[in-house]
């Protein structure tokens, strides 16, 4: 239901471009461009002041608490071979219904997630028998010709990142992992971080311990597919990291930002004399209505990443705050496509 709402985000695209030509027109350009200057240099020493804040931040409460740890626990659970094994089998040569996985077709939804159907696959042919999955719980007397792997779903970026048949077998441990060595340490890690600071860790870390198979599924597809390196390195850059640090930046460069434009918006508020001038007051009006839309698209450029902070922590629960949503707009998606912090690298 929620994504039936999507026509919200649209409207509100409208209402904010009219808002703020109206307050343009009625400010004046003066006072508008000063707005954008301070808004250019709240916006460049947020930027600057970003990564090292929010890096500092992540070592100190999360990274120092959780790395060593991490890479221990993982150590104990995993060995060469194993791992080894792992990558030496090829999902590709799954058959469902006769047919090789490489040969099918897979049609993606809007959101770039498909569900591919194993509920019988035969994986005989994919030398998964020859590798150790005990540690994983499963027992290596299993039938292969016949596996129900129920239905497993996959999404486009990670497909592009750790090929399809790395995915698939990382959804297919983490659909069957509920006992074992590996079992095990992920509950533990997943203890570990519960103790952190960061909200969403400590959400990542309770759905590693309860076994949710996509905390799982996000440390197994990292292990698999670990090539050099250690594990523990592996999983911090592929999971701990980016679940702390993309909501971590989000709200350090807001809070900047904000204090900045608090500070600097004085000087714009005392521009508005300029208005009372006869003649210049007209001028005035008509390209501060101008810049009124140059405005708008600032507020919505910072209204998405607000947004991505919220789907991030909410994990995309809440009612229209969503990339289902997102994605069924006729305008708001584009401009949300345009991610300003992974332009800049922050």
């Known amino acids: 239901m929620g994504s039936d709402l999507f026509w919200f985000l649209d409207l509100f695209v409208l209402g904010i471009t009219l808002v703020t030509v109206y307050r343009g027109a009625k400010r004046g350009?003066?006072?508008v461009?000063?707005?954008?200057?301070?808004?250019?240099?709240?916006?460049?020493l947020a930027s600057l002041l970003c990564g090292p804040i929010s890096g500092t931040i992540y070592d100190s409460l999360v990274r120092n608490k959780v790395e060593e740890y991490t890479a221990q626990r993982l150590g104990s659970a995993f060995d060469a071979e194993v791992i080894h094994g792992l990558s030496d089998v090829d999902m590709m040569k799954t058959k469902v219904n006769g047919?090789?996985?490489?040969?099918?077709v897979i049609e993606y939804d809007e959101r770039?997630?498909?569900i591919i159907d194993l509920s019988s696959a035969d994986m005989t042919e994919t030398g998964i028998d020859r590798a150790d999955l005990s540690g994983f719980g499963i027992k290596s007397d299993r039938d292969w010709t016949a596996v129900k792997a129920g239905h497993i779903n996959i999404t486009q970026s990670d497909v592009r990142r750790y090929g399809i048949g790395n995915v698939i077998l990382a959804r297919f441990i983490a659909s069957n992992l509920t006992s074992g060595e590996v079992f095990r340490a992920f509950a533990d890690i997943g203890n570990k971080l519960g103790e952190t600071a960061s909200p969403s860790l400590k959400s990542l870390g309770s759905d590693l311990s309860d076994g949710s198979r996509d905390a799982v599924y996000s440390f197994v597809v990292s292990i698999v597919t670990v090539g050099s390196g250690t594990?523990?390195?592996?999983?911090?850059?592929?999971?701990i990291t980016?679940?702390?640090m993309v909501p971590l930046r989000a709200v350090v460069f807001c809070l900047i930002f904000a204090l900045v434009m608090l500070i600097l918006g004085i000087i714009a508020n005392a521009s508005k004399v300029i208005n009372r001038i006869p003649i210049v007051?007209?001028?005035?009006?008509?390209?501060g209505a101008v810049l009124g839309i140059l405005e708008a698209a600032v507020v919505i450029l910072l209204i998405c990443i607000i947004m991505r902070l919220l789907i991030s922590i909410c994990g995309g629960q809440l009612v229209f705050i969503n990339d289902a949503t997102i994605e069924r707009t006729f305008v708001f998606k584009y401009l949300y496509r345009i991610d300003v912090l992974k332009l800049l690298n922050l």
């Open 29 to 31: 350009a003066v006072a």
């Open 33 to 44: 461009l000063i707005g954008a200057v301070a808004a250019i240099a709240a916006f460049v």
């Open 99 to 104: 047919t090789y996985l490489s040969d099918m």
């Open 112 to 114: 770039g997630t498909a």
């Open 231 to 239: 594990l523990g390195e592996r999983v911090m850059d592929d999971v």
């Open 242 to 244: 980016p679940t702390v």
């Open 281 to 287: 007051s007209e001028v005035n009006g008509v390209l």
